[in-house]
């Protein structure tokens, strides 16, 4: 399940801004900057500078489940199946 977004600063074209994404957002820009290799701040650079009249947050989003809906980033296990025996998830409380 997501976790509320969070707010962090990136350096576009030397100026720094912040954005809020949910945590698996990060995590799927992270990812996808190292299948790039690549900086955090030259990923997020080079989409912001394609996304057009697209919010960034938007534009980063739209980055990730592209990439993931390609092949390009590696599936991640659901939390349902990396949860230990007997644990609930929050869909259960």
């Given at each position: 399940?997501?976790?509320?977004?969070?707010?962090?600063?990136?350096?576009?074209?030397?100026?720094?801004?912040?954005?809020?994404?949910e945590p698996e957002f990060w995590e799927g820009l992270r990812a996808l900057a190292?299948?790039?290799?690549?900086?955090?701040?030259?990923?997020?650079?080079?989409?912001?500078?394609?996304?057009?009249?697209?919010g960034l947050a938007s534009a980063l989003r739209v980055a990730v489940?592209?990439?993931?809906?390609?092949?390009?980033?590696p599936p991640r296990a659901p939390a349902s199946a990396t949860m230990r025996m007997g644990e609930r998830s929050d869909r259960d409380r």
């Open positions: 399940m997501s976790g509320p977004p969070q707010k962090h600063s990136l350096t576009l074209q030397g100026h720094r801004t912040s954005v809020s994404l190292r299948v790039r290799g690549m900086a955090l701040n030259r990923l997020a650079a080079e989409i912001d500078t394609a996304r057009g009249t697209r489940l592209g990439a993931a809906l390609t092949g390009e980033l």
